[in-house]
């Protein structure tokens, strides 16, 4: 089985459009239990994968060198090796690591 590789921007453009989908869905009252939220929350986690983790930390550096692990974690409070873990695919971060790496690094912005 043949899959096509995203661009680490196109990764990210469509995990960005997966998040704000949810959020969406969450505002609007569509989900009537906390259940029915988590159920949306694991369908938007499974999407992350080691290259999305990679892509947003290039993402966030904007043109520059790449930004280090160290300092990708830093802006979440998470140590190099959690960070290292999820590129290398050890551990998945959270929906709420990934969005709070995305605010914190200026990818994603409150509208």
Known sequence: MSTKTQTPAKLVESFITKVRALE????SGEFKDAKAFTRAVSLVEESI?????????????????????REAAALIFKSEKSWNSWERGGRTPSLG???HFMLASGILTNQ
Do not use: K
Not at 24 to 27: G, I, L, S, T, V
């Open 49 to 69: 994968t080691p290259d999305l983790v990679y892509a947003l930390r290039s993402e966030a550096s904007a043109g520059e060198s790449i930004m280090l692990q």
């Open 97 to 99: 690591d990934l969005s």
């Open 24 to 27: 969406a869905r969450r505002d």
